[in-house]
């Protein structure tokens, strides 16, 4: 196997089993997980993602399978999809809940990432006064050293959806220079769900993959990426995106200045004979991007993925003949 694609895959595939369409319940979730972490392919696991209500039920039903020798890293979601006063006012329970979760398992699980839907009811020039309050009650908690992404309204235009990008920036940059003790504030892009309309255009996650090159912000994608290569399916009957599509293009982002519309490109190429990786290079179509790099991009900027499922990304990545099989 060459290193460019572990480098690529190195934990990007957050493992989301409790949401559609799996959907499964928790007990069958966390044997999922717990199963995925004796296969050779674990070196591409990233966390266990779950609501923050739910995190007893993690606790209950994985207590037995988790070992300090092996913690767990856990995403909860927090705050409230619609509501940016919900929102806040859910979150104080949310912050006990995982720190709860934490002293209970004492060092066999972390909740390393926060995940966080910005209210779509929430205008453009009201988000920077709801982060500041959102990261103020963070900060009273003691969450420190863990990753926030904030989750892009996926009915947001293109222009709102550029304002919120900008503001989450600003935030980001003025949080680093007081010292505050959130490690990392980025975006988080939705590529699908079970219907249709749930899937963004390839022009709109090119200019989001775009914006956050030029705002220096980390990119977190979730839905519809469980296939490395954009295809149409079936259910539902719509073009689905690839991950070697999006983070492809998140690379050579980073790595050549390229705009939108040459991004876009990369994240409509339907042709595995694209995408290569040699002992030490990621390529698409010639254009390179050297180990050292990739490993320094995926680190920094391009975090990975939710998927329901974690044997479709491996086993195609195995038909592909990318990886080899276990």
């Not at 839907?117 to 205008?123: G, H, N, R, S, T």
């Amino acid at each position: 196997m060459s290193t460019a694609l572990k480098l690529f895959m190195a934990q990007l595939v957050d493992y989301a089993g409790l949401f559609p369409p799996a959907a499964l319940d928790m007990p069958e979730a966390v044997a999922e997980y717990a199963g995925f972490q004796n296969q050779q392919e674990v070196w591409m696991l990233g966390r266990f993602i779950v609501p923050a209500g739910r995190l007893p039920e993690l606790a209950s039903a994985g207590e037995a399978l988790m070992s300090p020798s092996r913690p767990w890293g856990v995403s909860a979601l927090v705050g409230h999809r619609e509501d940016a006063e919900l929102s806040l006012a859910q979150l104080p329970a949310q912050c006990e809940a995982i720190k709860e979760f934490e002293r209970g398992l004492k060092g066999r699980a972390a909740v390393e990432v926060l995940e966080i839907p910005i209210p779509a009811q929430l205008e453009p020039a009201g988000l920077s006064g709801f982060l500041s309050d959102f990261l103020d009650v963070l900060d009273h908690h003691c969450l420190d050293g863990r990753d926030v992404f904030w989750e892009i309204p996926p009915g947001a235009s293109d222009e709102t959806m550029a304002a919120f990008l900008a503001t989450l920036s600003t935030a980001a940059v003025a949080r680093s220079g007081a010292g505050k003790t959130v490690q990392r504030l980025g975006a988080k892009l939705r590529c699908g769900g079970v219907t249709a309309e749930a899937f963004p255009s390839v022009q709109r996650i090119a200019l989001v993959v775009a914006h956050c090159r030029d705002l220096g912000l980390a990119l977190k994608c979730t839905a519809g990426l469980h296939h490395p290569l954009r295809h149409q399916a079936t259910e539902p009957a719509v073009m689905m995106h690839g991950f070697l599509n999006v983070f492809g293009a998140g690379l050579l982002a980073h790595a050549y200045g390229w705009n939108a519309e040459k991004l876009s490109e990369v994240i409509s190429d339907t042709s595995p004979e694209s995408f290569v990786f040699d002992a030490d290079t990621f390529r698409w179509r010639g254009h390179s991007v050297e180990a050292g790099t990739l490993r320094q991009l995926r680190a920094q900027f391009l975090c990975g993925f939710g998927s329901c499922s974690f044997d479709e990304p491996r086993d195609d990545l195995q038909n592909l003949g990318l990886l080899s099989s276990s």
